[in-house]
């Protein structure tokens, strides 16, 4: 019986949810044009509140634990485990006084409504997983773009979705170069649990009542020669939040 009322719930979460991406387009075009970036930032902060929204139809509930108020005067990274999608909305909601930024895969950048539009004019990054040396030299240069209007960067050091929940090892090359460019930028880990389970294992009918949850870690300095083992331990701490 469940099954069958997702087979009927999907593709009504799928309608809203293409309908918001759809809606907002026009409005972002607008209000960038019309108004400038910090509009446009906070039209980005209502889709991703909307586009969370639409996860309830799938009667998915998320809880928030431990956010806090970040500081506005300075540039934060955020480190986050990634499972799914559905991770992305969430947070740059509940951070959208930082104005966040992601550093994405290139072909996010190109033909999807809302989404592609933010990602090539609201000052996040879309590089070329193929080609790192280019990779590298535009995360430098993102990172003094953050560091100069004090935004937050939102990183998955995984490199990829962990479709099974498990946190990957992380890859050390992209916040090594943000911290060549920010040595002592603040590090707010958020340990990510239970949205890959939404997806039910790609197939077209998702789970239902999904229980996710975003918890928001201490704030920390990491350190470029000590890299690979200030990130296992942040990567060992979000392990332990998700396994509860």
Known sequence: MKMVISYLLTPLFFLFFGLTLAVFHPIQVITRNLFGAKAHDKTVGALN?????CLLILGTKIKFNGFRELPL???????SNHQSMWDISPVIWKLQKKRTKYIAKASLAKNIPSISYNLKYGGSLSIDRNDPADSIEKIEEFAGFIAENNFAICIYPEGTRSRDGKVKPFKLSGIDAILKVIPDIKVVPIAIKNTGEID???KFAKN????ASFT???DRKINRGNLETDLEAIRQEIMAVIRV
């Open 49 to 53: 509140f909307c586009l969370t929204k």
């Open 73 to 79: 005067d300075e540039p934060i990274l955020v480190i």
């Open 200 to 202: 039910n294992g790609g």
């Open 208 to 211: 239902l009542g999904v229980k």
């Open 216 to 218: 928001m870690l201490a």
